[in-house]
């Protein structure tokens, strides 16, 4: 707890069954604040009995659909000067708490942004950030996306949140010209790698999104908010239709553009997708996600050398991707220039050595180039980080027939369909094998 009572921080939380993190949560800043509220909107599980473990305060209140009305119940019931808010499938790292305590004691603002992190449990997304492993809250999941939100403040009646969803209190400090500081300081939160809440806050958030829209048919946001929420959802039909709406009143929004290409690729409408990433790129040269998209529309079209201009042009503009590299590599190889596809899947494995399939692709090249070692070692590393398992052992398997070594390559091909049970490569493979036929190398993923 803060020895100074000017700097009084109450933790503020919003809950509904989450007895499966939230100890881990309070635990985490259970010595940074002076008291818990926590607002329970209905939980039926053993949240409440976990937080009154912790002596937090609890107070119930049926849920209104209305994330920031429940926010600010919760700050209203706190004693603090300081108010911080966090979910329960959120921690701070212990070694952060002092630096928390530093900032509010040296630094004159009203609120704090954080880092938030977001961790995912997949590496081919564009906007990640590598993880580089600094803190052990982070440790097994490949990367986050980063975002800055306040997260600290001063109890103060002009300090309130607002949105029924994505609710934040920056629009109210910023009506009353508060001042505010970037701490730096990562919260961790891992909503996205929880799959029973990401599809329980996915229904929340879209009922609440339509809604918001309804009422606000002026704020852009709305309708970036509910796209983003439909194309999560698998809904790309619905989404375009709200950014279409969105567009004609804003039409000049970047965000809305960019999510319009994405809509327009998932409905398989590829040209019209690539006329949206364009208008993106054309006002934000190092656009990531429009760059690496756009290369993937041209690379399913065999356009390779459009693909290695393009992604050498967003290099040139500072883009150090690994999904980046990692489509260059497939470019040059596809476009038969097998050491320049080296070079950038050994750039790939530099920023992010355990990215997935990267192995495979180069032990396809070793193999055409007759270095089988080298074919050897990069399967074996593939297996190492359990990376495209199923890619990985078919080689193997073909290498072992090369090598008419038919008891390791039955093997290999068996353990493929341990995996996948339908694999055709495998079942060809084994068949041939079984009945003393010919078999077939693949020399391509």
């Known amino acids: 707890m803060p020895a100074n009572e000017n700097t009084r921080i109450s933790l503020c939380m919003i809950v509904k069954d989450e007895d499966d993190f939230i100890a881990r949560c309070l635990e985490s800043v259970k010595d940074l604040v002076a008291e818990m509220v926590i607002v329970d909107t209905g939980s039926k599980d053993r949240t409440i009995d976990i937080a009154k473990a912790f002596g937090a305060n609890i107070y119930q209140h049926p849920w ?62 564009a906007n990640l950030t590598l993880n580089p492993g600094d803190y052990e809250e982070g440790e097994g999941f490949p990367g986050f996306i980063e975002s800055d939100l306040i997260r600290l403040f001063k109890k103060d009646p002009l300090i309130y949140f607002t949105g029924q969803v994505h609710e934040t209190v920056t629009q109210s400090i910023a009506q009353s010209k508060k001042a505010t500081f970037n701490t730096g300081i990562p919260i961790h939160h891992y909503g996205k790698v929880r799959k029973d809440r990401v599809k329980r806050k996915q229904d929340s958030y879209l009922a609440l999104g339509l809604k918001r829209l309804d009422e606000n048919p002026r704020d852009p946001m709305a309708y970036k908010g509910l796209s983003d929420q439909l194309l999560e959802l698998g809904l790309p039909q619905e989404a375009l239709d709200v950014i279409n709406r969105g567009l004609a009143v804003f039409p000049n929004m970047l965000d809305l553009h960019f999510n319009r290409g994405l809509a327009l690729d998932r409905l398989d409408r590829p040209n019209e997708a690539e006329q949206e990433y364009l208008w993106v790129l054309a006002r934000q040269s190092g656009h990531l996600g429009a760059c690496h998209n756009l290369g993937q529309i041209f690379f399913r079209k065999n356009q390779f050398e459009r693909v290695i201009r393009l992604l050498n042009m967003g290099i040139e503009k500072g883009l150090r991707h690994p999904a980046v590299f990692f489509l260059l590599g497939r470019a040059f190889d596809a476009a038969g220039d097998g050491r320049k596809a080296l070079e950038n899947f050994k750039r790939v494995l530099e920023l992010q050595s355990n990215h997935p399939d990267v192995n495979c692709h180069m032990a396809v090249i070793f193999l055409n180039n007759h270095q089988y070692n080298e074919a050897l070692k990069a399967l074996e590393r593939e297996i190492e980080i359990d990376g495209n398992l199923v890619a990985a052992y078919n080689l193997l398997g073909e290498m072992s027939l090369y090598w008419k070594d038919m008891e390791s390559a039955g093997n290999f091909f068996l353990k493929v369909l341990t995996i996948e049970p339908d694999n055709p490569t495998a079942k060809n493979h084994l068949e041939c094998i079984g009945s003393d036929g010919p078999v077939k190398s693949h020399n391509s993923l």
């Not at 919760?74 to 952060?96: C, F, P, Q």
Request: charged share 30%.
């Open 64 to 125: 209104q659909e209305d994330y920031s009305k429940h926010r600010n119940q919760s700050i209203s019931y706190a004693t603090g000067n300081w108010i911080l808010v966090m979910d329960a499938d959120e921690v701070i790292a212990k070694r952060d708490r002092h630096r928390i305590k530093q900032v509010l004691d040296t630094v004159r603002a009203d609120g704090f942004f954080f880092t938030l992190r977001n961790y995912e449990s997949t590496s081919n997304l």
